[in-house]
């Protein structure tokens, strides 16, 4: 996917984001740790990295004994990611938008966190997806909640049930808020996108925060509880 927004590709802000979100609430303590309970063990498996941004996931990866090949379409997000696994990675530029540089049944896992949403269309990248899974092969992906944006957006007008793109702008990485774009998109066509890619879906998790959520910032972790923030897919490639 093209970058949708300066906070991925400008230098500065970039470290901002890899700094912020190794320790914030919403990524460390809630996200992540629901991702890597769900995956379990990773080791021997090649697995996919799909949008890895700063590289938390590849790192757990690699260091649970993977075979890896992570990418991301920011070429700052590259480098980072680079700089933190060591020069035996495999960490590449692209573009979920595109097709995948992979053979078909190239991998075991593919992990496309907190990624899709930045899309406005799933058909192709998700196709990708079960092209270079093997038959059997997982999918997980954490995307925004659908019930995320009508949370924070009470409007009269506010349509569900539409695809619609939402101008934002992240906190807490620079001194003013970072603008930037994703995509709200409602339960029934996630769902819908990911079977007609050729998955069956195993679960829907709606993750809970961790101790570790409360004991960093109570407030969040309480919100959290009770509203979810993201939500994580997990499929596998339809073997029929």
């Not at 496309?112 to 799933?122: E, M």
Request: glycine content about 6%; proline content about 7%; aromatic content about 8%.
């Amino acid at each position: 996917m093209s970058s949708p927004s300066p906070l991925y590709d400008d230098p500065v802000l970039a470290e901002a984001y890899a700094r912020v979100t190794a320790t914030n609430v919403y990524n460390a303590a809630y996200e992540r740790p629901a991702v890597r309970a769900l995956l379990g063990a990773v080791r021997g498996l090649d697995v996919l990295d799909a949008g890895c941004a700063a590289g938390e996931h590849a790192v757990w990866l690699q260091a649970d004994g993977a075979r890896l090949v992570a990418l991301d379409a920011s070429e700052t997000m590259v480098r980072i990611t680079r700089s933190r696994l060591g020069d035996g990675a495999h960490v590449l530029q692209a573009d979920l938008a595109q097709p995948l540089p992979f053979a078909d049944a190239s991998f075991d896992v593919v992990l496309s966190s907190l990624t899709l949403h930045y899309l406005d269309d799933w058909g192709l990248p998700l196709r990708e997806f079960a092209r270079v899974l093997r038959p059997g092969g997982r999918l997980v992906i954490t995307t925004h909640h659908p019930f995320l944006l009508p949370m924070l957006r009470m409007i009269d007008d506010y349509d569900y049930h539409t695809v619609a793109l939402v101008e934002d702008a992240f906190d807490s990485f620079a001194a003013e808020p970072v603008p930037v774009r994703y995509y709200h998109r409602p339960l029934a066509r996630i769902v819908a996108d990911v079977l007609g890619a050729g998955f069956v879906i195993r679960g829907l998790h709606e993750p809970m925060p961790t101790a570790e959520a409360d004991a960093r910032n109570p407030a969040a972790a309480e919100r959290l509880r009770k509203r979810p923030w993201f939500l994580i897919v997990d499929a596998e490639r339809d073997c029929r």
